[in-house]
C-alpha cells in the first residue's frame, strides 16, 4: 500500500517546517507523524460511522434523524495538514455535509449525501487508500421471514455506499446483483402494510436502478445511482408507513 508512506512523507514535511520555525514562546511538544497519522485514520473512522448513520437515517425516511448525523458528521475534524489536491476534496466533502445538515426534504437530503461519500471515494482514489470493510453478512443467510427482501436491500445498499466510498468493483457489483431480487410480495409485509401501485411502483425504481447500475464503472455515475436508490427507498418507507424505523429491532 502505497498511500501510508505518502501520508508520512507529508507529516514528516509539515513537522520540518514547524521545527524550523523558531519561536519565542515555549512551544508544546509537536505531535509526531505517527501521532499525526493515528489522528487521521481515527478521523476518517468517525467519517465512516457517520456516513454509515446518514446513510442508514435517509434509507429509514426520516429526514431530522438524516440531518443531525450530518451534524455528527460535521464535527469529525481532519486537524493534519493535508496536500492541496486532498485539502479541495475535503472542503468539497465539507460543502457536501453542510448540505445534508441543511436539507429541506428527504430527496435533497439523499443527493447531498450521496455527493459526500463520492468525495470520500474520489479522495481514496487520489491518495490511492485501499479500504477494507467488514465484510457484509451475505443476504441469504440473513433470512427472516417475511422480511428477508428488505434484509437484502439493506445489505444490499449498504454493499453500494462502500463500494463508492472504497471504489470497489466488487462491492458495487455484489449490491446490485443483492438489490436485483424480487419481486416483492404483499405476503412479505405485516398487514397493516398495504403494497399498493404506489408502493409497486418505488419497488419497480429499485430494481430498475439494478438493472442501470450493472456495468456502470464511472464514479459519478455510481454517486448519482446510489443518490437516486436511497431517495426511493426512502420514499417507499414514508408512503407505507414502514422501513426500519417503523419495525422494533431485535431482542
Ligand atoms: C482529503 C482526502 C480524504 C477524504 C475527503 C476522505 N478520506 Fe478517508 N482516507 C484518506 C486517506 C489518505 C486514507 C488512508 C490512510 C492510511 O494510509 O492509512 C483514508 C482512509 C480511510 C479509511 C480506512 C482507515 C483505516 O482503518 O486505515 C476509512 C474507513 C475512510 N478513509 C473513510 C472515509 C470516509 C467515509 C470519508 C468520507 C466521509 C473519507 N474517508 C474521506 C483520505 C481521505
Ligand atoms: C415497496 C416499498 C418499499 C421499498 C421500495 C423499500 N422498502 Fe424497505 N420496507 C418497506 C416496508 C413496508 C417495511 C416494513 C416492514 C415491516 O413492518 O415488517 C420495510 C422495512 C425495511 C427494513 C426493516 C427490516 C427489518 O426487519 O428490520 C429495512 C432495513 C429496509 N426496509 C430497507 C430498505 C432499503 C435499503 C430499501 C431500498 C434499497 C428499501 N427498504 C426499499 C417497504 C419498502
Redesign the pocket.
Known amino acids: 500500500m502505497t498511500t501510508l508512506p505518502r501520508l508520512l512523507t507529508a507529516l514528516a514535511v509539515v513537522a520540518t517546517i514547524l521545527t524550523a520555525c523558531p519561536s519565542p514562546e515555549p512551544v508544546p511538544v509537536e505531535p509526531s507523524a505517527e501521532d499525526l497519522k493515528s489522528d487521521f485514520v481515527s478521523a476518517m473512522h468517525g467519517r465512516r460511522d457517520g456516513v454509515r448513520s446518514i446513510h ?1 437515517a435517509i ?2 425516511g426520516t429526514l431530522p434523524e438524516a440531518r443531525e448525523a450530518g451534524r455528527t458528521l460535521a464535527r469529525v475534524e481532519v486537524d493534519t495538514a493535508l496536500p492541496e489536491t486532498w485539502a479541495v476534496m475535503n472542503t468539497e466533502l465539507e460543502f457536501a455535509v453542510k448540505g445534508i445538515t441543511e436539507a429541506v426534504d428527504l430527496n435533497a437530503a439523499a443527493a447531498d449525501a450521496a455527493v459526500t461519500v463520492g468525495t470520500c471515494g474520489s479522495c481514496h482514489r487520489a491518495a490511492g487508500a485501499q479500504l477494507q470493510f467488514e465484510p457484509l453478512p451475505h443476504p441469504d443467510r440473513t433470512e ?1 421471514g ?2 428477508h ?3 437484502r ?6 454493499a453500494l455506499w462502500q463500494a463508492v466510498v472504497s471504489n470497489s468493483d466488487e462491492h458495487w457489483n455484489n449490491g446490485l446483483t443483492w ?1 436485483a431480487a424480487g419481486p ?1 410480495e404483499q405476503s ?3 398487514e ?2 398495504v ?1 399498493d401501485d404506489r ?2 411502483e ?2 419497480a ?2 430494481h430498475g ?1 439494478a438493472a442501470e447500475g450493472h456495468g456502470v464503472t464511472d464514479p459519478k455515475a455510481r454517486v448519482t445511482l446510489y443518490g437516486r ?2 431517495a ?6 414514508a ?6 424505523a ?2 422494533p ?2 431482542p
Do not use: K, N, Y
Open positions: 442508514d434509507v429509514a427472516d417475511s422480511r427482501h428488505m434484509v436491500h439493506q445489505v444490499a445498499a449498504r438489490l416483492v412479505e409485509f405485516p397493516h402494510v403494497l408502493a409497486r418505488f419497488e425504481l429499485v436502478i436508490l436511497i426511493v427507498c426512502a420514499g417507499c418507507h408512503h407505507t408507513q414502514g422501513g426500519p417503523s419495525v429491532s431485535a
